[in-house]
């Protein structure tokens, strides 16, 4: 046979074997995307989510030139550069950016968790004004200064930014970097939980709803099924099965008490500080609840939704999530209620990506969503 013929057959034979096997066939000299640590030194804190850096890795490198790093996964509040226009909650971004310089002041040595992409031009994940998306340590195993930011409320989970609109290059997937951050962004979610918990920061001087009880603290859009994060942070009990959930397309609402009544009566009772989940599926199933979790677990099957169509929007344009008593049917939910009237069953808005917020009074809330306690 020809031994040309021959070397043809076997790259088909392996392309094959690969394909067969799930590997994606990728050019010489490439790689998969993977976290790489580099060490640097702070240069300047610009804001509560922006630094600039050097690396100290790369001293005969073209790479080795000064660098802004946004951090990745999180949104601090704006703060304004003119005093006649101050930014709604202004204060808690100048927290963050202040607690972040004792954190990490000039000249400190840090390290940074980049997404290395395995293209030789564009050798990391790069957002909006060519800054590299980060997460940054102040030593190696401790927390990232983004989960200690959100921790305080200084900051909080913003994945739209670091997962859609900030990554301009180079061109993956949907959710390729907050996929490959999953580990960091998961104590994200557990820190923006905490901080909505204990009221910590923006979720007591810039939530209008600081009011309210029973709050979202987060949605979790880029992961299957899709996850929202309910807390009572009131020092009540709270009987969870008197409210409802809905999206603001109003055509997705889940009234909690009809969730297999039987079973949710055996766990209708949050006490003080509890969570609960709501997932969403977009395949058909029967709604449920897991009394024997902590948190308690609610499995949600929409049945107005198609298959690859999902209830929160994955961060495209954003999107907006409320709860409600449940005895108002028919509740809306609008991305600008932020002062609704009395007794409309309105008990909380959560809206993503994050809006900056008011320091004004909290928003007027139905009286009896601060009432649903057990005795």
Same mark, same amino acid.
């Given at each position: 046979m020809n031994r040309g013929l021959i070397i043809a057959l076997l790259l088909i034979a392996v392309l094959g074997s690969s394909l067969l096997l799930g590997v994606g066939y990728q050019p010489a000299g490439s790689q998969a995307p993977q976290q790489v640590s580099i060490q640097a030194t702070i240069k300047n804190v610009i804001?509560?989510?922006?630094?600039?850096?050097?690396?100290?890795?790369?001293?005969?490198?073209?790479? =080795?030139?000064?660098?802004?790093? *946004?951090? @990745?996964?999180?949104?601090?509040?704006? $703060?304004?550069?003119?005093?006649?226009?101050?930014?709604?909650?202004?204060?808690?971004?100048?927290s963050a950016r202040d607690t972040v310089k004792d954190w990490v002041p000039r000249g400190t040595k840090v390290s940074i968790k980049l997404g290395s992409t395995g293209d030789k031009y564009i050798p990391y994940y790069t957002g909006d004004y060519d800054?590299?998306?980060?997460?940054?340590?102040?030593?190696?195993?401790?927390?990232s200064i983004q989960t200690e930011l959100t921790k305080l409320g200084l900051a909080r989970l913003d994945i739209r930014t670091s997962a859609l609109r900030d990554v301009k290059r180079p061109n993956s997937g949907k959710f390729a970097f907050a996929e490959l951050f999953s580990s960091q962004i998961k104590s994200l979610l557990k820190a923006q939980t905490e901080a909505a918990k204990q009221k910590?920061?923006?979720? =007591?001087?810039?939530?209008?709803? *600081?009011? @309210?009880?029973?709050?979202?603290?987060? $949605?979790?859009?880029w992961d299957y099924p899709q996850v929202v994060y309910i807390v009572n942070r009131g020092t009540l009990p709270i009987d969870w099965t008197k409210f409802s959930l809905s999206d603001e397309t109003k055509s997705h609402h889940l009234d909690f008490n009809t969730i297999t009544p039987t079973l949710a009566a055996r766990c209708s009772t949050l006490a003080s500080g509890q969570a609960l989940e709501v997932r969403t599926y977009n395949e058909q199933g029967k709604d449920s609840v897991n009394c024997n979790t902590d948190p308690i677990v609610i499995s949600w099957?929409?049945?107005?939704?198609?298959?690859?169509?999902?209830?929160?929007?994955?961060?495209?344009?954003?999107?907006?999530?409320?709860l409600f008593l449940t005895a108002v049917p028919g509740a809306g939910c609008k991305k600008d209620a932020t002062q609704p009237a009395e007794n409309n069953g309105l008990c909380y808005v959560y809206r993503y990506p994050p809006q900056d917020g008011t320091q004004t009074p909290s928003a007027t809330i139905d009286r009896h969503c601060l009432q649903p306690a057990k005795a």
């Open positions: 804001d509560g989510d922006t630094i600039e850096v050097h690396f100290d890795d790369f001293n005969d490198d073209p790479q =080795s030139t000064d660098h802004i790093i *946004r951090l @990745a996964g999180i949104n601090a509040p704006e $703060i304004s550069k003119s005093d006649d226009h101050p930014k709604p909650c202004q204060s808690v971004g100048e800054r590299l998306l980060g997460f940054v340590q102040t030593s190696p195993g401790s927390a910590r920061g923006w979720w =007591s001087a810039c939530d209008p709803f *600081r009011k @309210a009880n029973l709050v979202i603290t987060a $949605i979790d859009f099957y929409p049945n107005n939704i198609g298959s690859g169509d999902h209830v929160w929007n994955e961060g495209h344009e954003g999107d907006t999530a409320c």
